[in-house]
Nanobody, 125 residues
């Protein structure tokens, strides 16, 4: 079964950094695009960053220049380095895999936790 185990969240002050990790299993890691989503209470979820199998990356405008997505195909781990954190980055962060065409672009918010529990990031002013 597909499992995505997120870790690395926590509470930091504005300007701080965190590195999220996602241990993936149950599928061939290096042949699928991967991404990070987040959802804050009362808000719609949003795709934060995506990494393609060719190494190409995409970032939400509000995090570009502050966040860096990467992956280790030996350990099947996805990362999100988050620097210069802002209070508006507070959310539960989920990693996802393009398990079917269009998943990363269209997954309903209520399905974010289907394969993993997410990790809470809290940024205080």
């Amino acid at each position: 079964a597909v499992r995505l185990v997120e870790s690395g969240g926590g509470s930091v002050q504005a300007g701080g950094s965190l590195r999220l990790s996602c241990a993936a299993s149950g599928f061939t890691f290096d042949v699928l695009d991967m991404g990070w989503y987040r959802q804050a209470p009362g808000n719609e979820c949003e795709l934060v960053s995506r990494i393609r199998t060719n190494g190409g990356t995409w970032y939400l405008d509000s995090v570009r220049g502050r966040f860096t997505i990467s992956q280790d195909n030996v350990t099947n781990t996805l990362y999100l380095q988050m620097n210069s954190l802002k209070p508006e980055d507070t959310a539960v962060y989920y990693c996802l895999a393009e398990l079917y065409d269009g998943l990363l672009a269209t997954i309903p918010c209520q399905r974010l936790g289907t394969w993993g529990q997410g990790t809470q990031v809290t940024v205080s002013a």
